[in-house]
């Protein structure tokens, strides 16, 4: 790919369109939102469900079943002080009868009681409509002494879409938030930062339209989650792509006096990093439609629409805007002809390239040990979360399933669902010769298929009750037709899915990245070197992460799908600085030589890959907002990811190597000083 044309320049920076240009972009898009408005659909409880996978095979059984019961919860009474005398019991079983599935169970130390309440309704919605309701009947009017709780599939699934409730909503306003300030800090300007915040504020909302619209087009599952992180996504990287332009383009009004001129010449020579950034996110968010999760697929192809909307804006609609003002748009530190550029002046960064240079093997050895020391914490990483470990502050449904586990098996609030075309009782009897297995009760049945409830003793979420999952297949195995399924049976196909993706999808993000980068640099060693690194930067950010979670936040394990998000965000964004940096050095290297270039491109690029490595950073961190860990983990991973990346990768080990490595850095395409002054020819003087 080579820069940006030079008529498609022309019509974007012109002194007499650039205005049309951009109300035009503007009106489409404000078109586009208020007409279209986003998609909207009714989410599945095979959403987040690994295709072809034995449980899920089960849920979409049980909607065969008379009652349909997807789901259950689980009503907990406790005695507040002492234990429940007869004259409770009778009540407690009087207050849920025709409501409950089965008889009122009663502790052996007769400190609680619990009752099976099937589910019928169906969807989010639906299932958290239905617990809302039981928690307030239930909660109207206790018995004296008797605290009531909820839990069970149904409760949890219910308080994980609370935690969706106005989710986007607030994080949109703080990732707004964080943008703008970061954006003043950087600026130092009451008006500039604006600007780009504007532009990349509409961005997001037409990339929510368009990308919700395609998924809808497509037929591929989409929730509240996807359209929380596609604004994550854009507002990183539109910001991102906005800050590269803009430096560029106050860099160029130092050099030429007419400013349609320099920013035609910043447009042309920043469009094709940014060109090359996009090309290499979108390939890479575009290999999770090989996911097996509906809910994985959705989140790939929803971000690709947000990052070609984005790279669009950035590259359209915020020149078009930004050249219609003056130089005072900078005010108060305004550019002016004849001040000395960025890769002229004696910047900090350009006295860090100084120190780079003078020992690059020394900072060549030292950043990958201090890579290797932070990666060090892979050795202990432990993957999977419980049910009960996926909230920050607890709900009350994880609350009432320990409540629970301390008087009945661990397995009660939640057993595994098997369902038959075999004789139920043979399950049943196989089923409880496994060790880990409490009880098992046969249950509704259709002409075709029958039911069996199988309690397990191990905690839910537990190693131990992952396994007894996998024994009660095996001794189920030789039964006709038999499935199992439920939470935790889920929960184990989920990590065997969620590997492999990661098997599948991990080399090919490599092998396409590596791919573009090969085509677009027309290099093979720099694109090496820049993939090489950023696996390297995802180990560190991992091992690292791993000491944070367990040492401050206390989280017992990784989400099973944080390591694919996370390797497919530090990956393809993160390679983007080096793209930004390498370009650059590549246009000195041409005017310089390799050496200088690399150093020139190093004090003109620092200050805003910096600036741009922080925002993104922080944009990431900005998913903590809601209670939810799997978010957490990867804002976390990210954050640190992209701050190693941004402050030692970039700044440190890739200079270093391409110093050490001269021309040979650029292998087989020959990057020789051919110019002894820079000049803005291949710019045409102003329309």
């Not at 995802?538 to 206390?554: D, H």
Request: with cysteine; proline share 5%; aromatic share 6%.
């Amino acid at each position: 790919m080579t820069r940006l044309g030079q008529a498609t320049v022309d019509l974007i920076v012109h002194r007499r369109r650039s205005w049309l240009v951009a109300l035009l972009l503007v009106l489409v898009a404000g078109g586009v939102i208020g007409a279209m408005k986003e998609a909207t659909r009714t989410t599945s409880a095979l959403d987040g469900l690994p295709v072809g996978a034995e449980s899920t095979a089960v849920v979409e059984a049980l909607q065969t079943f008379p009652k349909k019961e997807g789901s259950s919860a689980v009503v907990l009474y406790t005695a507040d002080n002492g234990t429940f005398d007869d004259a409770t019991v009778s009540t407690l079983r009087t207050t849920l009868q025709g409501k409950i599935a089965g008889p009122l169970q009663v502790s052996q130390d007769k400190t609680a009681a619990i009752g099976i309440v099937p589910i019928t309704a169906t969807g989010n919605s639906g299932i958290s409509t239905a617990v809302k309701e039981l928690r307030a009947t239930l909660k109207a009017s206790p018995p004296a002494g008797v605290t009531v709780q909820v839990t069970g599939p149904a409760a949890v699934q219910a308080d994980l879409g609370a935690v969706f409730e106005g989710a986007n909503t607030r994080l949109l306003l703080a990732t707004a938030s964080v943008v703008a300030l970061l954006l003043l800090i950087t600026y130092r300007s009451p008006v500039l930062w604006l600007v780009p915040l504007l532009v990349v504020g509409i961005a997001d909302r037409l990339a929510a339209v368009l990308a919700t619209h395609v998924l809808k087009t497509f037929n591929v599952a989409w929730d509240e989650s996807t359209i929380g992180i596609l604004s994550v996504l854009v507002f990183g990287a539109g910001t991102d792509y906005a800050l590269l332009l803009i430096s560029r383009y106050r860099d160029e009004l130092r050099r030429e006096p007419d400013r349609y001129a320099a920013m035609r010449y910043a447009l042309r020579h920043t469009g094709e990093a940014v060109l090359l950034s996009a090309t290499t996110v979108v390939l890479g968010v575009l290999t999770l439609l090989l996911s097996v999760f509906p809910g994985t697929r959705g989140l790939g192809l929803a971000s690709a629409v947000g990052i070609v909307v984005a790279a669009g804006y950035a590259l359209v609609v915020l020149p078009a805007v930004l050249v219609l003002f003056g130089r005072w748009v900078f005010w108060p530190v305004v550019p002016r002809v004849g001040q000395a550029a960025l890769v002229d002046q004696r910047s900090f960064w350009r006295r860090v390239g100084d120190q780079v240079a003078a020992r690059p093997r020394a900072f060549v050895i030292g950043t990958l040990v201090l890579l290797a020391l932070m990666a060090g914490g892979l050795t202990q990483v432990r993957s999977g979360l419980s049910q009960t470990d996926q909230f920050l502050a607890k709900p009350e449904a994880i609350a009432a399933s320990e409540r629970l586990a301390k008087s009945f098996p661990a397995g009660n609030s939640d057993p595994l669902i098997v369902v038959t075309e075999g004789d139920p009782a043979a399950v049943v009897a196989a089923a409880t010769t496994v060790p880990s297995v409490a009880s098992a009760t046969a249950g509704q049945r259709t002409d075709r298929l029958a039911q069996v409830s199988v309690v397990l003793k191990p905690e839910p979420g537990s190693d131990e009750a992952r396994t007894a999952v996998r024994d009660v297949r095996a001794a189920l195995h030789g039964i006709p037709g038999t499935l199992v399924g439920g939470t935790e049976a889920r929960g184990v196909d989920a990590a065997d899915a969620a590997s492999r993706d990661r098997g599948i999808i991990f080399p090919l993000i490599l092998g396409l990245v590596l791919l573009a980068l090969l085509v677009l640099l027309r290099s093979v060693v720099a694109p090496l070197i820049l993939v090489g690194t950023v696996i390297l930067t995802f180990l560190a950010s991992v091992g690292a992460s791993w000491w944070i979670f367990t040492k401050v936040f206390g989280f017992s394990a990784l989400d099973v799908g944080a390591p694919l998000y996370t390797f497919l965000f530090l990956v393809a964004l993160g390679v983007d600085y080096n793209i930004f940096l390498v370009t650059r050095a590549r246009e000195e290297a041409v005017e310089h030589g390799s050496r200088a270039g690399m150093l020139r491109a190093l004090a003109a690029t620092g200050g805003v890959i910096t600036s741009a490595g922080i925002l993104l950073a922080a944009v990431f961190a900005v998913l903590g907002v809601l209670p939810l860990v799997v978010l957490a983990q990867i804002g976390v991973i990210i954050c640190l990811g992209v701050l190693l990346d941004t402050l030692v990768v970039r700044t440190v080990l890739v200079p270093a190597i391409a110093l050490l490595l001269g021309d040979r850095f650029w292998w087989p395409r020959q990057v020789t000083a051919v110019r002894a002054t820079p000049t803005h020819a291949a710019v045409q003087p102003g329309v």
